[in-house]
């Protein structure tokens, strides 16, 4: 297959330039994310890094429209979605996927969401395989390939000294065809992906077995350490759901959308009063329930990646490793 | 006996005998490097419970407005018991409601970075206990373990100190850096135990003190605020730094403000006499007036 | 309050509190106006609160 030497990164980067904004995975103030690329910058390929490219395709606050109400006049602009072409490079298997749910979510079920579409539209995804894995990370026990995942347009697998690289898409294609002076021909092979300290299969089993689950006294144990913190679910790459709000400075100000965690002990709190999840213990049920049975019925695919972001930065080690485990061993009274 | 077995056996007695309703402690985690709250409800469970090098949270936090009816017991290491003194003076746990079983404690390890088991010694302290100036208990109803000697940590203002020789642009740049990182996940505020309002100004959207939007001015707003409303409240566990999953140095604020409030009305370390005033929240005739 | 702004780099003459009874009327607007001259003469304030 056509490969390129791991030493020829920054020329490929160069390249895909041409393309857009490239985004690569690096590290600022102490915290390593997905940062636009400038030459010279230490870009992160050897792990995953904190914050996900979410945020590129999925921004923590994007303002939706803005207006001016002065009494009964009130103009109302929308704020254009920014459609300028860019590249993620660099990143996961398991954030590729990530994007692929994603796309679910905001693009089909007879909905299109602008906001992502425009931006998605606009964006190429150059993946780099993992030959690796971290101790938080447990893509394989959710159906991940650590190497290479549907979702990139171009994709590269670790090989030792070099990538190999792999167009994915129509897109990709293309561009695989644009850089091809810095590809050579090779036999090497791809890395079988090491260091897993957390296995587990059976997954494709709890999705079902959840279903009789709602009412099971599990969530009361599993609820109680939580802190109600949002940390796993904006860490989360797969994690959408969103908030909507106004920020006003006299007569002017703009409507946006924000991320929202279900943890928060207000998300379901309604107007009038009513909170259909007043306690942790609901909210808790909830996160799971939707990573590993609302989303895989409405969708047909796990909502979780193993990416271990989550299992990494919960303040208590709240593991949703440790809670699949404890729902495959429930007991679950026949019905 | 070890402190785990002391514990276990401690646990079994308040569970067996319904002093408690339940108990809360840790256990092992996920990695070798981590223990967890756990909460233990029959006296069966109790062999979940440890004590090692890595039972580093807070537990004080679980305390809040504890229900009436309720009573817990809780092991607890001077942070902790800082943190649950702090609950009792802002009327938020009654002290009848908890057993406090005290841990004298010699420091919990960092593993960040290591990768292959070690052991404890060989891994450096969190920095909230390099820092800490009250590793015994401060309350408690019995207590496991030696008293550790406290050392002089007088210098661990030095960073703040540090960070007051930067001209105003450089402070500038270096807190919005800093803020800049904050994704508003809250961890710091709901893990602290000075942070117990039952409505939290965040969280008063109508009245517009705090946008949901995260951008730098709301990141500033958030920290500057929450930081004053803690003021002379703070009793320096550390857990708000410790658990940010952005690694903002949060304690460096905190810390700050227990420097100046020192200054201005005398030494003073929250949490550590339950009978202490808080010294912004009482008046006497000779505090300093500055701004009159 | 003061300090703590200076501590993030902000101006902290920009910021003042006085206790004022509501009976003592020419202090407040002695004060206020003071003030607003204070404040303007230390230019606008580019930090916290940039506005979108």
């Given at each position: 297959?056509?490969?390129?030497?791991?030493?020829?990164?920054?020329?490929?980067?160069?390249?895909?330039?041409?393309?857009?904004?490239?985004?690569?995975?690096?590290?600022?103030?102490?915290?390593?994310?997905?940062?636009?690329?400038?030459?010279?910058?230490?870009?992160?390929?050897?792990?995953?890094?904190?914050?996900?490219?979410?945020?590129?395709?999925?921004?923590?606050?994007?303002?939706?429209?803005?207006?001016?109400?002065?009494?009964?006049?009130?103009?109302?602009?929308?704020?254009?979605?920014?459609?300028?072409?860019?590249?993620?490079?660099?990143?996961?298997?398991?954030?590729?996927?990530?994007?692929?749910?994603?796309?679910?979510?905001?693009?089909?079920?007879?909905?299109?969401?602008?906001?992502?579409?425009?931006?998605?539209?606009?964006?190429?995804?150059?993946?780099?395989?993992?030959?690796?894995?971290?101790?938080?990370?447990?893509?394989?026990?959710?159906?991940?390939?650590?190497?290479?995942?549907?979702?990139?347009?171009?994709?590269?697998?670790?090989?030792?000294?070099?990538?190999?690289?792999?167009?994915?898409?129509?897109?990709?294609?293309?561009?695989?065809?644009?850089?091809?002076?810095?590809?050579?021909?090779?036999?090497?092979?791809?890395?079988?992906?090491?260091?897993?300290?957390?296995?587990?299969?059976?997954?494709?089993?709890?999705?079902?077995?959840?279903?009789?689950?709602?009412?099971?006294?599990?969530?009361?144990?599993?609820?109680?350490?939580?802190?109600?913190?949002?940390?796993?679910?904006?860490?989360?790459?797969?994690?959408?759901?969103?908030?909507?709000?106004?920020?006003?400075?006299?007569?002017?100000?703009?409507?946006?959308?924000?991320?929202?965690?279900?943890?928060?002990?207000?998300?379901?709190?309604?107007?009038?009063?009513?909170?259909?999840?007043?306690?942790?213990?609901?909210?808790?049920?909830?996160?799971?329930?939707?990573?590993?049975?609302?989303?895989?019925?409405?969708?047909?695919?796990?909502?979780?990646?193993?990416?271990?972001?989550?299992?990494?930065?919960?303040?208590?080690?709240?593991?949703?490793?440790?809670?699949?485990?404890?729902?495959?061993?429930?007991?679950?009274?026949?019905? | 006996?070890?402190?785990?077995?002391?514990?276990?056996?401690?646990?079994?007695?308040?569970?067996?005998?319904?002093?408690?309703?339940?108990?809360?402690?840790?256990?092992?985690?996920?990695?070798?490097?981590?223990?967890?709250?756990?909460?233990?409800?029959?006296?069966?469970?109790?062999?979940?419970?440890?004590?090692?090098?890595?039972?580093?949270?807070?537990?004080?936090?679980?305390?809040?407005?504890?229900?009436?009816?309720?009573?817990?017991?809780?092991?607890?290491?001077?942070?902790?018991?800082?943190?649950?003194?702090?609950?009792?003076?802002?009327?938020?746990?009654?002290?009848?409601?908890?057993?406090?079983?005290?841990?004298?404690?010699?420091?919990?390890?960092?593993?960040?970075?290591?990768?292959?088991?070690?052991?404890?010694?060989?891994?450096?302290?969190?920095?909230?206990?390099?820092?800490?100036?009250?590793?015994?208990?401060?309350?408690?109803?019995?207590?496991?373990?030696?008293?550790?000697?406290?050392?002089?940590?007088?210098?661990?203002?030095?960073?703040?100190?540090e960070l007051e020789k930067l001209s105003p642009n450089e402070k500038y740049q270096y807190w919005a850096?800093?803020?800049?990182?904050?994704?508003?996940?809250?961890?710091?505020?709901?893990?602290?135990?000075?942070?117990?309002?039952?409505?939290?100004?965040?969280?008063?959207?109508?009245?517009?003190?705090?946008?949901?939007?995260?951008?730098?001015?709301?990141?500033?707003?958030?920290?500057?605020?929450?930081?004053?409303?803690?003021?002379?409240?703070?009793?320096?566990?550390?857990?708000?730094?410790?658990?940010?999953?952005?690694?903002?140095?949060?304690?460096?604020?905190?810390?700050?403000?227990?420097?100046?409030?020192?200054?201005?009305?005398?030494?003073?370390?929250?949490?550590?006499?339950?009978?202490?005033?808080?010294?912004?929240?009482?008046?006497?005739?000779?505090?300093?007036?500055?701004?009159? | 309050?003061?300090?703590?702004l200076e501590f993030v780099g902000i101006d902290p003459?920009?910021?003042?509190?006085?206790?004022?009874?509501?009976?003592?009327?020419?202090?407040?607007?002695?004060?206020?106006?003071?003030?607003?001259?204070?404040?303007?003469?230390?230019?606008?304030?580019?930090k916290?609160?940039?506005?979108?």
């Amino acid at each position: 297959m056509k490969a390129i030497n791991k030493s020829q990164i920054e020329e490929l980067i160069q390249a895909l330039a041409a393309e857009g904004q490239v985004f690569v995975p690096q590290e600022l103030n102490g915290n390593t994310k997905y940062a636009p690329w400038q030459k010279g910058v230490q870009v992160i390929l050897d792990k995953n890094v904190l914050l996900s490219p979410k945020d590129i395709l999925f921004p923590q606050t994007e303002a939706m429209y803005s207006y001016v109400a002065d009494n009964l006049n009130t103009a109302i602009t929308e704020v254009a979605v920014a459609a300028e072409k860019q590249v993620i490079f660099g990143i996961k298997p398991c954030d590729v996927k990530s994007v692929r749910l994603m796309d679910l979510v905001f693009l089909t079920k007879g909905f299109e969401d602008t906001f992502y579409k425009t931006k998605k539209d606009n964006t190429l995804l150059v993946s780099v395989g993992c030959a690796k894995a971290e101790p938080t990370c447990f893509c394989t026990s959710m159906d991940v390939n650590p190497q290479v995942e549907e979702g990139a347009d171009l994709a590269l697998i670790d090989m030792g000294e070099e990538y190999g690289v792999e167009a994915k898409t129509e897109a990709g294609s293309q561009l695989l065809a644009k850089i091809n002076s810095l590809l050579k021909d090779s036999t090497g092979q791809l890395i079988e992906t090491t260091g897993f300290q957390i296995v587990f299969d059976g997954i494709e089993g709890v999705p079902e077995k959840l279903k009789g689950m709602f009412e099971h006294p599990i969530w009361d144990e599993i609820c109680l350490k939580c802190i109600s913190c949002g940390a796993c679910t904006y860490l989360c790459p797969t994690c959408h759901c969103f908030d909507i709000q106004t920020k006003k400075i006299g007569k002017e100000g703009y409507s946006y959308r924000c991320w929202d965690s279900c943890m928060f002990s207000d998300y379901a709190l309604m107007a009038g009063g009513h909170d259909v999840r007043p306690s942790k213990k609901e909210r808790v049920r909830q996160r799971f329930m939707h990573k590993l049975r609302y989303f895989p019925e409405r969708y047909n695919e796990l909502m979780c990646v193993g990416c271990g972001r989550c299992l990494a930065k919960c303040p208590v080690n709240v593991d949703i490793t440790r809670i699949i485990g404890q729902i495959k061993e429930a007991e679950v009274n026949g019905g | 006996m070890s402190i785990t077995e002391k514990i276990q056996a401690k646990a079994k007695e308040l569970l067996d005998s319904g002093t408690v309703n339940y108990i809360i402690g840790w256990e092992k985690g996920t990695f070798w490097h981590q223990s967890t709250p756990v909460f233990v409800k029959k006296a069966a469970d109790a062999d979940k419970l440890i004590w090692d090098e890595f039972c580093i949270n807070s537990l004080s936090t679980y305390l809040i407005r504890l229900d009436d009816e309720l009573k817990v017991g809780l092991f607890v290491k001077g942070c902790d018991s800082k943190g649950i003194v702090r609950l009792i003076q802002d009327k938020q746990l009654k002290r009848e409601q908890v057993v406090l079983i005290g841990i004298p404690c010699n420091g919990m390890r960092n593993a960040k970075g290591a990768v292959e088991k070690t052991e404890p010694a060989n891994l450096p302290l969190e920095q909230k206990c390099i820092e800490c100036v009250h590793p015994n208990p401060v309350i408690y109803d019995e207590l496991i373990g030696e008293p550790v000697v406290i050392a002089d940590k007088s210098d661990r203002f030095n960073d703040v100190l540090e960070l007051e020789k930067l001209s105003p642009n450089e402070k500038y740049q270096y807190w919005a850096a800093q803020f800049e990182k904050c994704i508003r996940c809250y961890a710091c505020r709901n893990t602290c135990p000075a942070c117990n309002c039952k409505e939290c100004y965040v969280d008063q959207y109508r009245v517009g003190w705090q946008n949901k939007a995260v951008d730098l001015a709301e990141n500033q707003m958030f920290h500057v605020t929450r930081a004053m409303h803690v003021a002379g409240r703070c009793v320096e566990c550390g857990e708000c730094q410790r658990q940010c999953p952005m690694d903002i140095p949060i304690m460096q604020m905190n810390r700050k403000l227990i420097m100046e409030i020192n200054e201005l009305f005398g030494e003073y370390a929250a949490g550590v006499d339950l009978e202490a005033k808080p010294p912004l929240g009482q008046f006497k005739t000779d505090d300093p007036e500055e701004f009159m | 309050m003061q300090r703590m702004l200076e501590f993030v780099g902000i101006d902290p003459k920009r910021f003042q509190a006085r206790w004022i009874s509501g009976s003592e009327g020419q202090k407040f607007a002695d004060t206020v106006t003071q003030l607003t001259e204070d404040i303007k003469a230390l230019g606008p304030n580019r930090k916290l609160r940039d506005v979108k």
